[in-house]
């Protein structure tokens, strides 16, 4: 069936680095990806996304980047700061017609140390 | 999470009881979502709906029920609640592409 793999499951890094997490996907259809940041007792909330037909996007320190032809696509956050420790999950898009089914990777802790 | 409220934020019950735990959205989106969240499993989807009285079941379904009679109410039941189902349990809401998430709900099955 569809899977979603997603690594590292923890990162640490210190502020002002840095962070990269990695996720790879199964079902080729997939054609849309988006990363969602979920912090301590709240629901994830969206903060960026992708559809197949682009290669990369850039929101101020936060950039996705895919590649079709491996199925996997990456977050890259720069300039690490304290309020970006959070889980972050990453998801593709499955299935057939419009449902807007997402199934999502295991989640990477990140920590950003001061 | 302006727009959509899950209730209770919180529950405890037995094994065997059953359990109903409610969403309820203000943004009249078609699409609404049952998730669960487990440590190492990342979010897993229970049911969807794409419609008022249009139910299909997810990858984790075994278990639960829903129904959708409002546009802005989606239920999720427990028939007979199993320590199994120990899990956070997240609703999400969708009118195209792109999920806006619930608070979440803390189910713990004793």
């Known amino acids: 069936g569809e899977n979603v793999e997603q690594h590292p499951s923890t990162l640490s890094v210190q502020e002002g680095d840095s962070a990269v997490i990695k996720c790879t996907y199964s079902d080729s259809a997939s054609n849309y990806f988006p990363w969602y940041k979920q912090e301590l007792g709240k629901g994830p909330q969206l903060i960026i996304d992708i559809r197949s037909n682009v290669g990369e996007k850039k929101d101020q320190r936060i950039a996705v980047t895919l590649n079709k032809t491996a199925k996997h696509f990456s977050l890259h956050i720069t300039e690490t700061q304290p309020e970006d420790s959070a889980v972050y999950f990453c998801?593709?898009?499955?299935?057939?017609?419009?449902?807007?089914?997402?199934?999502f990777g295991q989640g990477t802790t990140l920590q950003v140390k001061p | 999470d302006a727009g959509i409220t899950q209730s209770p934020r919180h529950k405890v019950t037995e094994t065997g009881t059953p359990v109903t735990l409610r969403c309820h959205q203000t943004e009249n989106h078609r699409y609404m979502y049952w998730y669960r969240q487990d440590p190492g499993h990342g979010l897993r989807l229970i049911h969807y709906?794409?419609?008022?009285?249009?139910?299909d079941k997810g990858e984790v379904s075994d278990g639960y029920s829903v129904s959708r009679s409002k546009t802005e109410d989606f239920l999720l039941t427990l028939e007979s609640a199993t320590s199994s189902q120990t899990s956070v349990y997240f609703c999400?809401?969708?009118?195209?592409?792109?999920?806006?998430f619930g608070s979440g709900t803390r189910l713990t099955v004793v």
């Open positions: 999400a809401i969708s009118e195209s592409i792109g999920y806006t």
């Open positions: 709906s794409y419609g008022v009285k249009d139910t």
């Open positions: 998801a593709a898009s499955y299935g057939s017609g419009n449902t807007g089914k997402l199934i």
